[in-house]
């Protein structure tokens, strides 16, 4: 039979483990999260210097500044929606990478929640007698920090669902912006 001690020792060494896999999890989330701005930056730089380009060649070849005003107006319109269809794919990116933190966080933290109980439901069955108070108090402890644990996970899905929301409605102002309003 393993000591108490032994038992102890071992749940650290296997708590510590989960940490370092989900850090590494971690780690490797955000580095797809990062390789994902830098190319949607890299496709978008392109873009814009393509169009830049293209644009530049437009505006000089205006034979007057009522063409030119034209043809600078009917830019400005693409430009917007661009710059909008970018920060949804931005907001999207930063959405599906905090969802993969809190399914990683949620995994560890329910793993580790199972092993601390098994562990304090081994020693409240081996404890002293006298050590009641003491083994419900932990329990307790347990008890609070995963209620806080699923407070501030309830709490970052509300706040990523309101910068979604918040970002759906500047797109959508910025779109009514840019379309071009029939005359009265």
Known sequence: M????????????????????????????????VEKVIELNLNATKASLEESGDATKQLMSAKDP?????????QAKPSAEKVAAY????????????????RAA???????????????????????PGSE??????????SNAN???EQLTKNTKQAVETLEANLQNASAQLSQTTTPRSKK
């Open 147 to 149: 209620a806080g644990y």
């Open 87 to 102: 920060g949804r794919h931005l907001a999207s990116i930063a959405s599906g990478t905090q969802a993969e933190y809190t």
């Open 66 to 74: 009522q063409e030119f005003l034209t043809i600078s107006a009917a």
């Open 133 to 142: 108070s003491a083994i419900s108090i932990l329990k307790s402890v347990i």
């Open 2 to 33: 393993f000591s108490f001690h032994e038992k102890f020792a071992a749940a650290t060494k296997a708590h510590f483990e989960a940490q370092l896999a989900l850090l590494n999890t971690l780690t490797a989330k955000t580095f797809e999260g």
């Open 106 to 128: 949620e995994a560890q933290v329910a793993e580790t929640s199972r092993r601390i109980n098994a562990l304090i439901e081994e020693v409240s069955k081996n404890a002293p």
